[in-house]
């Protein structure tokens, strides 16, 4: 079907080419999806119960009923320290593939991660000096 309409289009468009087809039937597949997702959206919150409850709109935490505001401060720390454990994590995904090409990339592969071990372990000193890995 879509093959037809793509058909149409380019004759009217008037591409002897062909690529203008690629172009439509990669449009008209959007389109035809768009509307598809739009359809099942629409039928979605036509078909859906919809009673306001008290309870329903409450936080919910592991069975707990909630006590006192939901809004509540936490510190900062826990997530900076987060953030640092990310960090090394992503740094033992750069270490691990270039130990095993090492002979690949000779001295210069040696200098430039000894380069980026260094700076990590700057971060790590002026985390450690900050006293962002004080769990207190």
Do not use: C, H
């Amino acid at each position: 079907m879509l093959a037809n309409l793509t058909d149409v289009l380019v004759a009217v468009a008037g591409d002897p080419s062909g690529s203008l087809r690629q172009y439509l039937t990669i449009f008209l597949f959007a389109l035809l999806s768009a509307l598809l997702v739009g359809l099942l959206l629409g039928v979605a919150y036509l078909i859906r119960p919809n009673r306001r409850q008290k309870g329903k709109y409450l936080a919910y935490e592991s069975g707990v009923d909630p006590i006192g505001s939901m809004w509540t401060q936490s510190q900062v720390r826990y997530y900076i320290f987060a953030l640092l454990f990310v960090i090394f994590d992503v740094e033992a995904v750069f270490v691990f593939p270039w130990a095993t090409r090492l002979e690949t990339y000779g001295m210069f592969g040696l200098v430039e991660m000894l380069v980026f071990i260094g700076i990590v372990v700057l971060g790590l000193v002026y985390a450690w000096r900050k006293g962002v890995l004080r769990w207190a």
